[in-house]
């Protein structure tokens, strides 16, 4: 089996009386985006923060490509690039500048190196302009460029499209789409654009009150609800929706044609043979619409709103 890039084991966070974080335990594997998505005050940037050691864990460990943040940061934090909170750049210098600066920090940062990053991430038409020029979308770019100089194997990015407009978060989102698919880079992204999550991620893991609720990969979690809703294009309707009725199946919603019901998986055969065997002709049957991330992470918060 694939081994993790990083493994949180039983990770806690208690100040004073209170317990931020309560026995966290997830593994993120190469070439993956992992989403950590919870209601404000969850516990994700301080989940995050613990990762990449600005922050002491309680209880616990955790592991980067099998060196411990706690015993061994030098090794571990050797393969991790982050942006928490915001990128922090030089204004005064351009964009190509801050690179060489922030190069000189880690080994083995070729120029043939900081080129290919700046290409990657977009930047090579404005990699010359001072970064005080530089749209609130570019300067993610950048930070994002500062983030992979070292070639890192995990990627950590709290909140990477806050403050962008629609089209700046597409971009980050395919560059991080391609980081994960091309580069293998594991990448972990907390959010609070449920809709954003759900295009950008593999996989997710529900935090709320400092506990891990669920890990699950986004389309198995969608599609997790025991029961599904179904439509029906029938004639005659009428006919169709007192068979329903006969079975005591509940109708949900009716209109031209089609009626609305709830129903697992395993009944929709039967429905469909008491309609034949009541001559109401079928001309379709379709999901009436899968959940929404947001859908179900309101499910699983109880309704929080982010």
């Known amino acids: 089996m694939m081994e993790p890039v990083c493994r949180l084991d039983h990770v806690s966070k208690?100040?004073?009386?209170?317990?931020i974080i309560e026995d966290i335990s997830l593994d993120i594997y190469p070439g993956e985006v992992f989403g950590l998505l919870g209601p404000n005050g969850a516990g994700k940037t301080t989940t995050m923060r613990m990762m990449v050691g600005l922050m002491s864990m309680s209880k616990g460990n955790i592991l980067i490509q099998?060196?411990?943040?706690?015993?061994?940061?030098?090794?571990?934090?050797?393969?991790?690039?982050?942006?928490?909170?915001?990128?922090?750049?030089y204004n005064y210098l351009t964009g190509y500048e801050n690179l060489i600066?922030?190069?000189?920090?880690?080994e083995h940062v070729t120029?043939?190196?900081?080129?290919?990053?700046?290409?990657?991430?977009g930047l090579a038409d404005r990699i010359d302009d001072k970064v005080k020029t530089y749209s609130l979308g570019m300067r993610q770019r950048l930070g994002l460029a500062q983030a992979l100089l070292h070639s890192p194997s995990l990627l950590i990015l709290d909140e990477p499209t806050n403050g962008l407009d629609p089209a700046g978060i597409r971009e980050?989102?395919?560059?991080?789409?391609?980081l994960a698919q091309e580069e293998g880079v594991s990448v972990v992204v907390s959010s609070h654009l449920l809709a954003e999550m759900q295009l950008m991620c593999d996989r997710i893991a529900i935090i709320d009150k400092g506990k891990l609720l669920d890990v699950q990969s986004v389309e198995t979690f969608l599609n997790s609800a025991h029961q599904h809703m179904i439509t029906f294009t029938v004639d005659p309707l009428h006919q169709a929706v007192q068979v329903m009725e006969d079975h005591a199946v509940p109708v949900r919603h009716v209109t031209d044609h089609e009626f609305k019901v709830m129903l697992?998986?395993?009944?929709?055969?039967?429905?469909?043979?008491?309609?034949?065997?009541?001559?109401?002709?079928?001309?379709?049957i379709r999901p009436a619409g899968e959940k929404t991330l947001?859908?179900?992470?309101?499910?699983?918060?109880g309704g929080k709103a982010q």
């Open 101 to 106: 600066h922030f190069a000189r920090m880690a």
């Open 66 to 89: 099998g060196h411990s943040i706690r015993d061994h940061f030098e090794q571990a934090i050797a393969h991790v690039g982050a942006i928490i909170e915001q990128p922090q750049l």
């Open 111 to 121: 120029d043939d190196r900081i080129e290919e990053i700046v290409e990657l991430v």
């Open 14 to 19: 208690i100040i004073g009386s209170k317990t």
């Open 172 to 178: 980050i989102r395919n560059y991080l789409r391609r």
């Open 294 to 301: 947001e859908e179900r992470f309101l499910e699983m918060t």
């Open 264 to 284: 697992e998986k395993e009944q929709i055969p039967d429905v469909v043979q008491h309609l034949v065997q009541a001559k109401v002709k079928i001309y379709g």
